[in-house]
T-cell receptor, first 110, second 113 residues
């Protein structure tokens, strides 16, 4: 079956770069996404990448996709305390619903 | 545009009670989805709909029912609430023609005691 896996926790110092990793299993996925969720809040779409792309950059965010290894990563440059949140990787498959990972809790230390 | 509106935001139910979680979108989206998010977990798909009159089961449909009589509304029904249904419920929609972006509601936090 389809599954999306992420490491549960990541701590970085303010100003450093954060790299959050994700692996997925469905090779037919069309789009891959990164969502951010702050405590008690809904989901905020951060960025997405189409499956035929290798990289996408959007201000402080860089998404890398290795389709051969089914590996997706999100790099946040110059991480700030406001970046502390849970980050979810998700894939959209041919049936168009999203399959989510369990989320990575990013803690930014001063 | 309001986007995707969910009501209520919070609810406490007793075991065995029933309730309907409301979801409305004003973007004329064809696709609508219900997800649940358990503590420390990602979202899991309960039901989805590709258009009015059409619904289909997702990964975790047991204990729930849905209907889609209009394009705008996609209510989720819990008939006999159980503690295992304590969760945060998110409704989402997407155009169907452009599959990139899903719009999420702000969620309904349900506790069953």
């Amino acid at each position: 079956g389809e599954d999306v896996e992420q490491s549960l926790f990541l701590s970085v110092r303010e100003g450093d770069s954060s790299v959050i990793n994700c692996t997925y299993t469905d090779s037919s996925s069309t789009y891959l996404y990164w969502y951010k969720q702050e405590p008690g809040a809904g989901l905020q779409l951060l960025t997405y990448i189409f499956s035929n792309m290798d990289m996408k950059q959007d201000q402080r965010l860089t998404v890398l996709l290795n389709k051969k290894d089914k590996h997706l990563s999100l790099r946040i440059a110059d991480t700030q305390t406001g970046d502390s949140a849970i980050y979810f990787c998700a894939e959209k498959q041919s049936a168009r619903q999203l399959t989510f990972g369990s989320g990575t809790q990013l803690t930014v230390l001063p | 545009n309001a986007g995707v509106t969910q009501t209520p935001k919070f609810r406490i139910l007793k075991i065995g009670q029933s309730m309907t979680l409301q979801c409305t979108q004003d973007m004329n989206h064809n696709y609508m989805y219900w997800y649940r998010q358990d503590p420390g977990m990602g979202l899991k798909l309960i039901y989805y709909s590709v258009g009015a009159g059409i619904t289909d089961k997702g990964e975790v449909p047991n204990g729930y029912n849905v209907s889609r009589s209009t394009t705008e509304d996609f209510p989720l029904r819990l008939e006999l609430a159980a503690p295992s249904q304590t969760s945060v419920y998110f409704c989402a929609s997407s155009p169907g023609t452009d599959d990139r972006i899903d719009t999420f509601g702000s969620g309904t936090r349900l506790t069953v005691v």
